[in-house]
């Protein structure tokens, strides 16, 4: 696909990924009583070996993830919530198929019906992951915590962060997506981010955004076979 093909198609991309990809949430109450969120971002794969569910490894077992929050304030429950507003609360320990820190995946056993409760999609790819490349397109959605609001004492509303662009560097550990705002166009109907907005709450600004990369291609090859393996077996 050509540059402005892609450009052209750019929208309907965006709204894939976001309809591929669901908040994984959960919480805990503070000192006076009051709900605290945290959430990260998963979304939901077919290979040609299994169909599973994907999220940072670092979401679950890293600092301030949700294993950190329950070893602090005792068994939180975790849960998907749907474009829909369906929920689906997660056994994690039940439905784990494999986790790796280093290359930040951990994936999880889900139902093709659970995903459709949800009102979400299933992205399928039959082909070997490999590395990127500079000057490739790319489109991502994710959930940051910055875009969560409480409307009510019972509502929370979880705001998508969605965009696609050219790799303008690609390393072993990262690839960076460069943000021209003079480009930038309103896709799910909310505007653009203001100038600056730093999607991470907790994390310095930058204007362009850096994804772990998966550039480690026979690490990665080996460890989603062993998710497949593992996703079999449970099954």
């Known amino acids: 696909m050509d540059d402005e093909a892609f450009r052209q198609a750019s929208k309907s991309l965006m709204e894939m990924a976001a309809k591929i990809s669901?908040?994984?949430?959960?919480?805990h109450l503070d000192s006076e009583g009051q709900p605290v969120r945290h959430n990260g971002t998963a979304f939901f794969l077919r290979t040609k070996e299994a169909l599973f569910g994907v999220t940072a490894a670092h979401v679950i077992e890293g600092p301030y993830g949700w294993r950190w929050h329950c070893e602090r304030y005792g068994p939180l429950p975790l849960r998907l919530t749907g474009w829909n507003a369906a929920t689906l609360e997660l056994n994690w320990d039940a439905r784990a198929v494999d986790i790796d820190l280093e290359i930040d995946i951990a994936t999880f056993m889900?139902?093709?019906w659970e995903v459709q409760k949800l009102g979400c999609l299933i992205f399928t790819d039959m082909l070997e992951p490999r590395p990127p490349m500079v000057g490739e397109w790319v489109t991502y959605c994710g959930f940051p915590g910055?875009?969560?609001r409480r409307p009510s004492h019972l509502e929370w509303i979880f705001g998508a962060a969605t965009a696609t662009g050219k790799l303008s560097s690609v390393d072993d550990r990262k690839m960076r997506l460069h943000i021209d705002r003079s480009e930038l166009e309103p896709a799910l109907g909310q505007g653009v981010p203001p100038e600056n907005y730093n999607f991470r709450r907790h994390q310095r600004r930058s204007r362009s955004p850096e994804f772990?990369?998966?550039?480690?291609e026979a690490a990665?090859?080996?460890?989603?076979?062993?998710h497949h393996r593992r996703a079999k077996h449970k099954r």
Do not use: S
């Open 22 to 27: 669901a908040p994984l949430h959960w919480q």
């Open 110 to 112: 889900i139902a093709e």
């Open 146 to 148: 910055k875009g969560v």
């Open 212 to 216: 772990p990369n998966r550039r480690r």
């Open 220 to 226: 990665l090859v080996r460890a989603w076979r062993r």
